[in-house]
């Protein structure tokens, strides 16, 4: 009986398209498998329970007066979702404008130029790499290179949670993990010791996942 109820599909519109999806499905995965992109920083589609933290994937739904965040919105049976609303995309870009404020961008000496998804969501937003909202506060912390196969800047780091979820969840390694509270929130592992001298286990994994230049291979820069 479960697993009927869980292969039940729904029929809703997304930006005038009309899809299936499962009906425990979120509005984010649904419009990403059929080619409507919504920008997005810290989802992940294994957890159960989305971060909604970088605060990017708004979209409008019909019938609600507020913008709601497709990570977190289950699809349902007519439902008609706009992801090119303008309460939307303010909301968007405030919170991209936001996280740029604390982060150094420099896409021409950058080695994950050209694949950034910080680059995508811009260009989405029709947004600048830049901030004039909000006063640019850097960090200038140190570079990481003690790895023999990544560089970890966590400069770049846009706090997403992508690396630390697979390091410690996925994998159950936990090399890695979430320190400090509000400005000086980063990740780094127990101790703050360097990443080579740490249980990494080299695997890669962690910058396979990073959406920014935080996390890097030696071998790309
Ligand atoms: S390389 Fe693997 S073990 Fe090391 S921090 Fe990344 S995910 Fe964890
Ligand atoms: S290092 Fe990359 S994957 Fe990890 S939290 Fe920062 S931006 Fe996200």
Known sequence: MRILEETKTVSLTIDGKEIKAAKTEKILWAALDNDVYIPNLCAIREKNEPFASCRLCFVEVKGREMPVTACTEPVAEGMVVNTKGEKALRLARIAFELL?????VDCAHCSKS??????????????????KRFRKTLRGLPIDSSSPLFIYDPN???????CV???????????????YRGFRRMVTTFGDEPIGQSRC???GECVDVCPVGALVFKREN
Not at 117 to 123: G, M, S, Y
Not at 173 to 179: L, P, S
């Open 156 to 162: 770049k780091c846009v706090l997403c949670g992508r």
């Open 201 to 203: 286990q080299g695997c």
């Open 165 to 179: 979820w697979v390091c410690q969840k996925k994998l159950s390694i936990a090399a890695i993990g979430f320190a």
């Open 114 to 131: 050209g694949s950034c998804e910080l680059q995508k969501i811009a260009k989405h937003l029709r947004a600048k790499l830049s901030t």
């Open 100 to 104: 740029l404020a604390s982060l150094p």
